[in-house]
C-alpha cells in the first residue's frame, strides 16, 4: 500500500509540475508554423541569453578540462613509451575552439538573426 501510495503522489507531483511549468501555444486553423514562430519570437532574447552565458561557457568549462587532463595524460604517457599521441588533445582543443567562438556565428546558421550584444 505504501509503495502504490508513494508512485501515485510522485504521479501527481508531476503532472502539477508539468502543467504548471508549461507554456501554451494557440494555432489559429492549423497554422501551427505561425504559432511556433510567435513562441520563438516571444522568447528569443532569453533564450539566447541563456545560451550565450550558461550553456556556451559550461560547455567550454567541460571541454577545458578534459583537454588539460588528456594533453596531462598523453604526457605521462610519452614518458613511459617515448612516444606522443597529439590526436585526442588535438580534436578537443578544436573543438574547445569551437564553442569559444560559436556564439559569434551561431544565431546566424540557426536563422536567429543578430548575436546578443551586437544588434
Not at 6 to 27: E, G, P, Q, R
Not at 83 to 99: K, R, Y
Request: with cysteine; aromatic share 14%; hydrophobic share 60%.
Amino acid at each position: 500500500m505504501k509503495k502504490t501510495m508513494k508512485i501515485l503522489i510522485i504521479s501527481l507531483l508531476a503532472v502539477v509540475m508539468v502543467s504548471a511549468f508549461s507554456v501554451a501555444a494557440f494555432a489559429e486553423a492549423g497554422n501551427v508554423a505561425g504559432a511556433i514562430e510567435g513562441t520563438w519570437n516571444a522568447a528569443e532574447t532569453q533564450i539566447k541569453q541563456v545560451v550565450n552565458n550558461v550553456v556556451f561557457p559550461i560547455i567550454d568549462l567541460v571541454l577545458a578540462v578534459f583537454f588539460f587532463a588528456k594533453l596531462g595524460l598523453a604526457y605521462f604517457d610519452y614518458r613511459k613509451s617515448g612516444h606522443f599521441v597529439w590526436t585526442a588533445p588535438a580534436i578537443l582543443f578544436a573543438c574547445l575552439v569551437f564553442t569559444m567562438t560559436a556564439p559569434l556565428y551561431i544565431w546566424q546558421i540557426i536563422g536567429g538573426g543578430a548575436v546578443m550584444g551586437t544588434a
